[in-house]
Nanobody, 124 residues
Framework: QVQLRESGGGLVQAGDSLRLSCEVSGGTSSGWSMAWFRQAPGKEREFVTAISSTNGMAHASGSMKGRFSTFGDSAKNTVYLQMNSLKPEDTAVYYC?????????????????WGQGTQVTVSS
């Protein structure tokens, strides 16, 4: 059974950077996609970015474009979300998710496994 555990959230100021981690345990699928989503209060869960085992990338778009990126460390079974130039509107719970299929998707329904989420709060 695949388990995901996020960490690294917290309270930061506008303009700061923050790196979230998602540690993966269990499961032995050689093909996978790891995605990041976020959910602000009263809003739908929103796709952030994704990376696959074939090094395919689904880049952040919209207000996150150029500021958010993801990368992995296979030795640590960990995927990271690097967030730069944070804005108050980036305040949300951030989730990592995984599917055992090496194609990225921006659809939250495509992902089978989810972490518990980590809160990121950006003050102005």
């Amino acid at each position: 059974q695949v388990q995901l555990r996020e960490s690294g959230g917290g309270l930061v100021q506008a303009g700061d950077s923050l790196r979230l981690s998602c540690e993966v345990s269990g499961g032995t699928s050689s093909g996978w996609s790891m995605a990041w989503f976020r959910q602000a209060p009263g809003k739908e869960r929103e796709f952030v970015t994704a990376i696959s085992s074939t090094n395919g990338m689904a880049h952040a778009s919209g207000s996150m474009k150029g500021r958010f990126s993801t990368f992995g460390d296979s030795a640590k079974n960990t995927v990271y979300l690097q967030m730069n130039s944070l804005k108050p509107e980036d305040t949300a719970v951030y989730y990592c998710a995984r599917r055992n299929f090496a194609v990225n998707s921006n659809n939250k329904g495509a992902y089978e496994y989810w972490g518990q989420g980590t809160q990121v709060t950006v003050s102005s």
